[in-house]
């Protein structure tokens, strides 16, 4: 299986989440952890054993995930941005990594997936 096999996700609206771990489970991948805020992802993502995440922008309470980007960048975790598109502004920091767009189909997390290199 190409692509990393242990993901993080980060995302704020439960069903979304849950969404997401079905099609892990279905592609052969493992959730290695699933947060709603900044403080719980860079928890997460301190114990270790993450391959990728993939990040919500805009979290509950006007939270983005800049900080969390940001920290996996540092340790070389490859990450995609998962936006609804058009309030989203990607900090430009991050403006090189890939997009999921919103609505999510278990083909399109497949291929940007198979994408992430370590």
């Not at 340790?75 to 998962?82: K, N, Q, R, S, Y």
Request: no cysteine; charged share 25%; aromatic share 4%.
């Amino acid at each position: 299986m190409p692509g990393p096999s242990r993901i993080l996700i980060v995302e704020d609206e439960q069903l979304i989440a849950m969404m997401l771990e079905d099609f892990l489970e279905a592609l052969d991948r493992e959730m290695a952890g699933s947060a709603d805020n900044v403080a719980a992802a860079l928890a997460r993502i301190e114990e270790g054993g993450i391959d990728a995440a993939i990040l919500d922008v805009n979290l509950r309470g006007g939270e983005q995930s800049w900080p969390v980007a940001d920290r996996l960048a540092e340790l070389g975790i490859p990450f995609v941005i998962a936006t609804g598109g058009a309030g989203d502004t990607i900090a430009e920091a991050h403006r090189g990594r890939p997009i999921l767009s919103k609505p999510f189909t278990m083909s399109s997390v497949e291929k940007i997936l198979d994408s992430l290199q370590g």
